[in-house]
């Protein structure tokens, strides 16, 4: 019942965070707008992105492994936030022109020790 609750918020969150982006895309000029609405940008895509990317991660754990549900959500959350985070960062660091495979790299790696620490 619980999980069936989490995926249902976590597909919910994920709708309303891809239809920002959405929106913000079909109706806001990127080089005529303020910094709010990067903000709001960012933000939406961010929540939209870790959503999807903890339902994908949760189907993955799924069909790979048997198990109890519970820690197989938290991961698939943690791992989300993670991905969501190196995705959000490389658009504002491309948006900025500073993204360079090496920082794009640093990221990651940044985000594979953070992974390691708190598994």
Avoid: D
Avoid at 4 to 12: D, P, S
Avoid at 24 to 48: A, D, Q, R
């Amino acid at each position: 019942m619980v999980i069936k609750l989490f995926l249902t918020g976590i597909i919910f969150i994920s709708l309303i965070g891809i239809i920002g982006v959405i929106s913000i895309v079909n109706n806001f000029s990127p080089y005529h707008s303020g910094p709010i609405v990067l903000v709001l940008f960012y933000l939406s895509l961010f929540i939209g992105s870790s959503g999807i990317f903890t339902l994908v991660a949760f189907l993955i754990r799924i069909f790979l492994k048997k198990g109890k549900y519970i820690e197989q959500i938290n991961s698939s959350f943690r791992q989300g936030i993670l991905l969501s985070i190196i995705l959000v960062g490389c658009l504002f660091l491309q948006s900025r022109e500073i993204l360079y495979w090496w920082s794009a790299l640093i990221l990651v790696g940044t985000m594979g020790m953070v992974e390691y620490l708190l598994s």
